[in-house]
């Protein structure tokens, strides 16, 4: 589910569910986070680069796992700790002393444009699309509401929540969502490039400006996670979350 390659001073990270559209499973979550503690002990890694196989970035969680759970008796117990796995893995990248890149390829909706927002620079394909469908599926957006809005602002994040609206590469780099915009046999080897850019910069002049950015003036970011952990976590257990599950897994329209 997760390849991990270096190559010089950068390392890239690689979901690998393209059967799956890079679907957030649990286990993928906890490698995820595991990585990234693991790349922070090499020194000779000054960035880090997130991609992905195949034609979609991340569709989101798994909620084939998610529906799975509907029936569970601990269900409530466990989408805490789904969401807590979840936000752990943000807080993790927003605080990690590297520079992270995220390289997208496709479509990165829910959860995967979390992944997105929580790094630190973006490489974007043209056929990029930046999307929040939770509502769609009776859920709520709530681990990646602060991001969006720490990175976006506030009419941005009410567009993409409420609007139901979705952001194509041109409008997401208008926005900064993304920083450069390839085509999308480019979008590695852009990010590659600009990891390697990094190394000329001091190490610890890199982690004080990101710790500045994420941590002074994003603040409220982290608390606004747990927060929203919690909102995400409850709204899971709604009638409307469930027939939102049924619906995908029975590939209908769900009726609210």
């Not at 990585?35 to 992905?52: C, N, P, R, S, Y």
């Not at 979840?86 to 909706?109: F, H, Q, R, S, T």
């Not at 969502?177 to 910069?201: D, T």
Request: glycine residues 8%; negative net charge.
């Amino acid at each position: 589910m997760l390849q991990v390659k270096s190559h010089n001073s950068v390392a890239t990270v690689v979901i690998d569910r393209a059967n799956r559209c890079n679907a957030l499973s649990r286990e993928l979550v906890e490698q995820l986070t595991e990585t990234l503690g693991d790349l922070h002990q090499e020194k000779k890694i000054k960035a880090v680069v997130f991609a992905a196989a195949g034609s979609t970035f991340c569709s989101g969680v798994d909620l084939q796992e998610w529906h799975e759970t509907l029936d569970s008796q601990d269900a409530m117990q466990q989408w805490h700790q789904d969401m807590e796995g979840l936000k752990d893995l943000y807080e993790a990248m927003l605080i990690y002393p590297k520079p992270l890149i995220a390289a997208v390829d496709g479509a990165a909706l829910g959860a995967g444009l979390g992944l997105v927002l929580a790094c630190d620079l973006v490489v974007g394909s043209h056929r990029l699309t930046l999307g929040l469908p939770a509502p769609r599926r009776g859920l709520v957006s709530g681990l990646v509401a602060p991001l969006l809005y720490f990175r976006a602002g506030a009419a941005t994040a009410s567009r993409l929540l409420l609007g139901d609206d979705w952001l194509d590469s041109q409008e997401a780099h208008r926005l900064g969502l993304v920083h450069h915009l390839v085509e999308p046999n480019q979008v590695w080897v852009r990010a590659q490039q600009w990891g390697e850019k990094i190394q000329n910069s001091a190490p610890q002049s890199l982690m004080l400006t990101k710790r500045m950015l994420n941590e002074v003036i994003g603040e409220n970011v982290l608390s606004w996670l747990t927060s929203g952990a919690a909102m995400t976590a409850t709204a899971c257990t709604t009638e409307a979350a469930a027939e939102g599950l049924r619906a995908f897994i029975d590939k209908r329209g769900p009726k609210f």
